[in-house]
């Protein structure tokens, strides 16, 4: 069992930055991908970004490419989602997610094995 703790959310103008960490408790990240979905009101949930655990290997959403990265830390078992030049449509619940399987640009959330509670990024224009 995995839990997944998201944090970092908040209040930012357009073109602002902010960075979301994604920490794992009961267990270590090793041996799952990890990734981050977000979800704007009325819209269904979609990929942003994921990292190949072992290999360190991402794969990003073509809306958040050049602007967001992802990033892992092995010694403090979390996963950071950087994420520069805001913009209002990035506006969502963004989502930690975990699974053994890799996750690429075409993963659909149905299949992800963990799932964080999310945290708010408001983008305001």
């Known amino acids: 069992q995995v839990q997944l703790v998201e944090s970092g959310g908040g209040l930012v103008q357009t073109g602002g930055s902010l960075r979301l960490s994604c920490a794992a408790s009961?267990?270590?990240?090793?041996?799952?991908?990890v990734g981050w979905f977000r979800q704007a009101p009325g819209k269904e949930r979609e990929f942003v970004a994921t990292v190949w655990w072992s290999s360190g290997r991402t794969f990003y959403a073509d809306s958040v490419k050049g602007r967001f990265t992802i990033s892992r830390d092995a010694a403090e078992n979390t996963v950071y989602l950087q994420m520069n030049s805001l913009k209002p449509e990035d506006t969502a619940d963004y989502y930690c997610?975990?699974?053994?399987?890799?996750?690429?640009?075409?993963?659909?959330?149905?299949?992800?094995?963990?799932w964080g509670k999310g945290t708010l990024v408001t983008v305001s224009s």
């Open positions: 997610a975990a699974d053994r399987a890799t996750m690429t640009t075409r993963t659909s959330p149905n299949r992800i094995d963990y």
């Open positions: 009961g267990r270590t990240f090793s041996g799952y991908n």
